[in-house]
């Protein structure tokens, strides 16, 4: 039975309609779209599943549908430019090395993409937050083995990335956060002084810079989603899959790979990994990338990039989310039994920093992560003292 449409809010409906429109427009014959779920989305966007009521061509029995609301900033890059051609890429590739959804078509003029309906997958978050932790692990096993899949499957296709968003309007193209990492680069020294009385020692600053060259044009680029938070990231039979490149850009693999160590930087579901868990992941990811670039494959040559990867993530992470606890400390998301508190966060990011660099070479860091997790804690003193690890492994750790 079709279900009463008049029960959805408006902005799903009306995303609807424009799909109608538009896969009617191009297929030449009426289609008609029932049934629709609203899967959620965001601020900026509406996204809905629905059925095919009326479909006199093969396209499938479901669709998704994301609709930006809104007119895009015209001194800003277009998201809705990014998906596109975030989609367009993948959807050239070979099924087998696809990490997303498959797109279907898309309206510049209504801001509308149709997609493939990868199924009521859940997502990353729903296993780290669930009661099974060997389901939890295989999930980030399958994560960090899609992240290299992907990396793999884009090294080399920066250009055709930009052809595609110059076809949409867009002159250039880079990661959304090298503006914000530059901008940390600089001031994180001043906050830590200013917020814990904290003295970032020059020998400290001079090696967070260090950490730039990731920014620029180096030799191991490929596609990033900018945000894989788990709670983008589907859990399919086919494995992970991507979703959400509103932010999609090419960048060094390193930066993305380090997720598995800060871990997931300045996400809300940013909790701790059981020991071991992220060594098992950059090993399931290395696996997937080495052929592409077989010099990764040199533990020194991989382990100085994840270091400066990881420096990088957590003075980022720092100048984002230490300013928001001038007053009062509070979780680093909304949902505070899904999210942990950011005096919390921080702190584990330093003293996990300091750990690796005492190891990689860089003592001033070292020396620096210690102080500036021991002054959180003396800070907030009512927050706990540690980063506790996803609720999955709760049970067993």
């Given at each position: 039975m079709v279900?009463d449409?008049?029960?959805f809010?408006?902005?799903?409906?009306a995303?609807?309609?424009?799909?109608?429109?538009?896969l009617?427009r191009?297929?030449?014959?009426?289609i008609v779209?029932?049934?629709?779920e609203?899967l959620g989305?965001s601020d900026r966007?509406?996204?809905?599943?629905?059925?095919?009521?009326?479909?006199?061509?093969?396209?499938?029995?479901t669709?998704?549908v994301k609709?930006y609301?809104?007119r895009?900033?015209?001194?800003r890059?277009?998201?809705?430019?990014?998906?596109?051609?975030?989609?367009?890429?993948?959807t050239?590739?070979?099924?087998d090395a696809?990490?997303?959804?498959?797109l279907?078509?898309?309206?510049?003029q209504?801001?509308?993409?149709v997609?493939?309906?990868l199924?009521?997958?859940?997502t990353?978050a729903?296993?780290l937050?669930?009661?099974?932790p060997?389901?939890a692990?295989?999930c980030?096993l399958?994560w960090?083995?899609?992240?290299?899949?992907?990396q793999?499957?884009?090294?080399?296709?920066?250009?055709?990335?930009?052809?595609?968003?110059r076809?949409?309007g867009?002159?250039?193209?880079?990661d959304?956060m090298a503006?914000?990492?530059r901008v940390?680069l600089?001031?994180v020294a001043?906050?830590?002084e200013q917020?814990?009385?904290?003295?970032?020692?020059p020998?400290?600053?001079?090696?967070?810079?260090?950490?730039a060259?990731?920014?620029?044009g180096?030799?191991?680029?490929?596609f990033?989603p900018?945000?894989?938070?788990?709670?983008n990231n589907?859990?399919?039979s086919?494995?992970?899959?991507?979703?959400d490149f509103?932010?999609g850009?090419f960048?060094?693999?390193?930066?993305?790979?380090?997720?598995?160590?800060?871990?997931?930087?300045?996400c809300e579901a940013s909790f701790?990994l059981?020991?071991g868990?992220?060594?098992?992941?950059?090993?399931?990811?290395?696996?997937?990338?080495a052929a592409v670039?077989?010099?990764?494959?040199?533990?020194?040559r991989?382990e100085h990039?994840l270091?400066?990867?990881?420096?990088?993530?957590v003075?980022?992470?720092?100048?984002?989310l230490l300013p928001?606890i001038r007053?009062r400390?509070?979780?680093v998301?909304?949902?505070p039994t899904r999210?942990?508190?950011?005096?919390t966060?921080i702190?584990?990011?330093?003293?996990?920093?300091?750990?690796?660099?005492?190891?990689?070479g860089l003592?001033?860091?070292?020396e620096?992560?210690?102080l500036?997790?021991?002054a959180?804690?003396?800070?907030?003193?009512d927050?706990p003292?540690?980063?506790?690890?996803?609720?999955?492994?709760r049970?067993?750790?």
């Amino acid at each position: 039975m079709v279900q009463d449409l008049g029960s959805f809010p408006r902005p799903v409906l009306a995303a609807l309609t424009a799909a109608e429109r538009l896969l009617t427009r191009r297929s030449g014959a009426g289609i008609v779209l029932a049934d629709p779920e609203d899967l959620g989305g965001s601020d900026r966007s509406v996204v809905a599943r629905a059925r095919v009521a009326r479909n006199p061509f093969s396209l499938p029995r479901t669709l998704v549908v994301k609709h930006y609301l809104g007119r895009p900033d015209p001194d800003r890059p277009d998201p809705f430019h990014y998906e596109v051609a975030s989609c367009q890429l993948f959807t050239a590739l070979p099924t087998d090395a696809r990490p997303s959804p498959v797109l279907i078509a898309h309206d510049p003029q209504s801001r509308l993409l149709v997609m493939e309906d990868l199924g009521r997958s859940s997502t990353l978050a729903d296993k780290l937050f669930g009661p099974d932790p060997a389901a939890a692990q295989r999930c980030l096993l399958s994560w960090a083995r899609a992240l290299g899949r992907m990396q793999a499957a884009t090294a080399g296709r920066e250009n055709d990335f930009g052809a595609l968003l110059r076809r949409l309007g867009e002159r250039a193209w880079r990661d959304p956060m090298a503006e914000d990492a530059r901008v940390a680069l600089a001031g994180v020294a001043g906050l830590l002084e200013q917020e814990l009385g904290v003295t970032v020692p020059p020998a400290a600053v001079h090696e967070a810079h260090e950490t730039a060259r990731l920014l620029g044009g180096t030799r191991y680029r490929a596609f990033s989603p900018s945000d894989t938070c788990p709670d983008n990231n589907l859990v399919t039979s086919r494995g992970v899959r991507f979703v959400d490149f509103e932010w999609g850009c090419f960048r060094d693999v390193a930066l993305d790979a380090a997720y598995f160590r800060v871990p997931f930087p300045g996400c809300e579901a940013s909790f701790a990994l059981p020991p071991g868990l992220a060594d098992t992941m950059l090993e399931a990811w290395r696996n997937e990338i080495a052929a592409v670039w077989p010099d990764l494959d040199e533990p020194d040559r991989l382990e100085h990039r994840l270091l400066h990867a990881q420096l990088l993530w957590v003075w980022l992470c720092t100048w984002w989310l230490l300013p928001r606890i001038r007053v009062r400390d509070m979780p680093v998301g909304q949902d505070p039994t899904r999210s942990p508190r950011i005096s919390t966060a921080i702190a584990h990011y330093w003293r996990e920093m300091s750990r690796t660099a005492a190891v990689g070479g860089l003592p001033a860091t070292a020396e620096l992560g210690t102080l500036v997790a021991d002054a959180l804690v003396k800070r907030f003193p009512d927050a706990p003292g540690s980063l506790p690890v996803y609720p999955a492994f709760r049970s067993v750790a």
